[in-house]
């Protein structure tokens, strides 16, 4: 029998579970490996609402007055200057009346002394040709000159009251009109907040809210740690956060805000107030559908693809 050693004939086999080891390992390595983080395509997200340039505007009606009559009704589209409202004119009608009696009263009194005062300027002269002509009196000339003066200073002073009871015309003219409310621009009426007999005034509160026809846009407020990763001019998509059913909309960036502030749009009391946000302001790409609303929440999503190409850009020497 051979004395050779049992573990030298073990050798080969070991080798071999030794590579199929290390075999093993590598497939592990290359079946197990943890996948490679997605890259968004989005540089940011912010929540955003529906609106126009400016607001809904709340009209108030110009003077104080009982209601007397309502030309609107909401959800009616009003041109600019068409009548809305108006008050009792009754009071402001009679100012009127008065003062155009005053203006003519004092128009005619005008009138009157600029006649007797061309008549007195006639007669100085023909007095002071006459005493030149060694053929009448030189104190008559002199007095008939200073009367014409005198009347001269009267008719400045009718003049001058004739125009302050224009001014007066004028004024009372005015404040009837102010009892009457026009639309300022074209648009719809949306809430209508007062009625006919209801006594009103500019520090009553608003007496309609009209929606002016302008182009919708979207305001987002963007988290401060994403105003660095949004510009002037990037794209964006527009989502529905309300559950209307309104498509997702294309828009870009028109400008963005240089004021921190706390977040409107956010539910939580406690989450609104330890954020800070910048007002971002797009508009859409192409007039959005009517089922996006005024005040209708959005969320905007900012496309990474516009950052990248941005920063991609050569610096201008």
């Known amino acids: ?38 890259v968004s395509p989005y540089a940011a997200v912010a929540r955003g609402k529906i609106d126009i340039e400016g607001g809904l505007l709340k009209l108030s009606m110009p003077r104080d007055g009982v209601v007397a009559e309502i030309k609107v009704h909401e959800g009616d589209r009003v041109k600019k200057g068409q009548l809305l409202a108006m008050l009792d004119t009754e009071p402001s009608k009679l100012a009127v009346t008065s003062a155009e009696a005053e203006q003519k009263q004092a128009q005619a009194q005008a009138d009157l002394l600029e006649s007797r005062m061309k ?51 004028a004024g009372a003219r005015y404040e009837l009109a102010q009892r009457s409310l026009l639309a300022p621009v074209d648009g719809e009426i949306v809430q209508r907040l007062i009625q006919p007999g209801a006594t009103a005034s500019p520090q009553g509160g608003p007496a309609f809210v009209l929606l002016p026809e302008q182009p919708r846009l979207v305001r987002a407020e963007l988290n401060e740690s994403f105003v660095r990763a949004v510009s002037t001019g990037m794209r964006a998509e527009v989502v529905d956060d309300s559950g209307s059913g309104m498509p997702n909309l294309s828009a870009h960036v028109l400008r963005i805000g240089t004021v921190f502030g706390a977040s409107a749009l956010e539910d939580d009391p406690l989450v609104r107030a330890n954020t800070r946000t910048v007002e971002c302001v797009l508009a859409f790409d192409q007039p959005p559908p009517a089922s996006a609303r005024i005040g209708q929440r959005v969320l905007v999503r900012f496309s990474a693809g516009d950052a990248g190409a941005k920063n991609a850009e050569p610096k201008q020497p």
């Open 119 to 169: 008549a007195a300027d006639q007669r100085a002269e023909r007095l002071e040709a006459a005493a030149k002509a060694g053929a009448g009196d030189a104190q008559s000339a002199d007095d008939a000159r200073e009367a014409s003066r005198q009347l001269q200073g009267e008719l400045t002073n009718a003049r001058a009251n004739a125009a302050l009871a224009a001014q007066k015309l």
């Open 1 to 38: 029998m051979s004395s050779r050693p049992l573990f030298s004939s073990s050798l080969p086999l070991l080798a071999l579970a030794a590579a199929l080891a290390l075999a093993g390992c590598s497939r592990d390595d290359v079946d197990t490996g943890k996948p490679a983080p997605a």
